[in-house]
């Protein structure tokens, strides 16, 4: 019985305080209602208005429980220049009263102004790269590039914003020890300013054909150019060989004729007594192709 009428005692106590009338100063965030279409409004910084409030603590009370909102509507009572939009509670004083309920008062409100920067809206397609950190179990690799799907986004926002981003990358896709073809999906790394930007997409699917690779070896002839008519030129090795990783269903189709090695006379300095062998021509479809030669001699003869 003691706890029963404590508790009642409790009761009445808290009804008398919110029965009375209090002046309390509430902080709102900024909702913004009737944005033009043509134009995207963004902050520096989340705005807020602090309003001064009279009213009994029941009316009050409901400002407490969750995160208040107030409404600026951007269709009237708002100034507008070029690059800002300009609230002012003298001019918009009714739209806010109008939000709150007849036995609120509002006694004040602050900062008596408020700035939004805002910019024309832009769309650009951009595309996405793939960051990938991927160790493949021995004699295995990706036989192509990835797929990515979708391969590009669109991006929405102020022009400001959108015209510095070039590119999307991914969230590192991390493997290991892989053999088998490669299906998966990945978040996007979308900037730190995300919230002032709409994006079309937010993740993307990605494939890899994943097979078994082979080293294969190959002695290329090697080309001499740019050699004067008046110098009689003798090289050695005639040829050599190439070194390189590719797949097995592509092992067979690789031939000599495939690779061209060619040294250039005309870039031998002085005193110089060999010949540098480049790379020139080879199948796409290679991987760690190296030349196992980084000089070819020379003599020049009568």
Not at 3 to 17: P, Y
Not at 19 to 32: G, H, M
Not at 144 to 164: Q, R, Y
Not at 278 to 293: A, D, F, G, S
Request: contains cysteine; proline residues 4%; aromatic residues 12%.
């Amino acid at each position: 019985m003691f706890f029963l009428f404590l508790i009642m005692s409790f009761g009445v106590l808290i009804l008398l305080k919110l029965s009375n009338t209090y002046v309390n100063t509430i902080t709102f965030q900024i909702n913004k209602v009737n944005v033009p279409e043509a134009h995207v409004v963004f902050d520096d910084h989340q705005k807020t208005l602090r309003v001064g409030l009279k009213a009994q603590g029941f009316n009050l009370l409901k400002y407490y429980f969750k995160k208040p909102k107030i409404n600026i509507d951007f269709s009237h009572n708002i100034t507008k220049t070029d690059s800002l939009y300009i609230w002012n509670k003298n001019t918009a004083f009714l739209d806010v009263i109008s939000q709150f309920d007849k036995a609120v008062e509002v006694v004040n409100i602050n900062p008596d102004t408020l700035y939004f920067k805002y910019d024309l809206n832009a769309i650009k397609k951009v595309p996405i790269k793939i960051n990938a950190k991927i160790n493949y179990a021995i004699g295995y690799d990706i036989l192509e590039s990835f797929e990515l799907s979708p391969d590009s986004i669109k991006i929405i926002g102020p022009n400001v914003l959108v015209s510095a981003i070039d590119f999307i990358e991914t969230d590192t896709l991390k493997l290991q020890d892989v053999k088998e073809n490669i299906i998966t999906t990945v978040l996007l790394k979308l900037p730190e300013n995300q919230n002032e930007l709409e994006f079309s997409n937010k993740q993307t699917h990605v494939a890899a054909t994943v097979t078994k690779f082979t080293e294969g070896k190959l002695k290329i002839p090697v080309t001499i150019i740019n050699v004067p008519e008046d110098i009689n030129l003798k090289y050695y090795p005639k040829k050599i060989t190439v070194s390189y990783y590719t797949s097995l269903s592509n092992y067979k189709s690789i031939t000599a004729s495939d690779f061209e090695i060619v040294c250039d006379f005309s870039e031998v300095s002085k005193n110089q007594t060999f010949l540098i062998p480049k790379l020139t021509k080879q199948p796409e479809v290679l991987r760690h192709v190296k030349i196992n030669h980084d000089q070819i001699e020379y003599i020049i003869t009568e």
